[in-house]
């Protein structure tokens, strides 16, 4: 076994241990809505970047997927209405 062959200074040691630093994190507000944001990232309130739209938030993902649920709805209660229209006009035609 490799035994090292003198002890390793504390000057030696603490020059090893400089770089084992924990850095803090820089952190900057949003320019469009003013949340904590972590800099040289786009917005996820708000989707902004340096005062550019660049993302499509959950928020807006769900309106839109909202409203195309309600179009689909209207979609099927049309349909739905003129199937009976169409077989309420079949039975008056077969009776005359
Ligand atoms: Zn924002």
């Given at each position: 076994?490799?035994?090292?062959?003198?002890?390793?200074?504390?000057?030696?040691?603490?020059?090893r241990?400089?770089?084992?630093?924990?850095?803090?994190?820089?952190?900057?507000?949003?320019?469009?809505?003013?949340s904590?944001?972590?800099?040289?990232?786009?917005?996820?309130?708000?989707?902004?970047?340096?005062?550019?739209?660049?993302?499509?938030?959950?928020?807006?993902?769900?309106?839109?997927?909202?409203?195309?649920?309600?179009?689909?709805?209207?979609?099927?209660?049309?349909?739905?209405?003129?199937?009976?229209?169409?077989?309420?006009?079949?039975?008056?035609?077969?009776?005359?």
């Amino acid at each position: 076994m490799a035994v090292p062959k003198r002890k390793q200074s504390k000057a030696r040691k603490g020059w090893r241990q400089t770089h084992q630093v924990e850095h803090v994190k820089s952190i900057t507000s949003c320019l469009n809505c003013q949340s904590p944001l972590n800099t040289h990232q786009a917005c996820k309130a708000c989707g902004f970047y340096k005062g550019v739209k660049v993302l499509t938030t959950k928020a807006e993902r769900a309106v839109k997927r909202g409203q195309a649920q309600q179009v689909k709805e209207a979609r099927n209660a049309a349909a739905r209405e003129n199937q009976t229209l169409e077989a309420s006009a079949e039975t008056t035609s077969e009776k005359n």
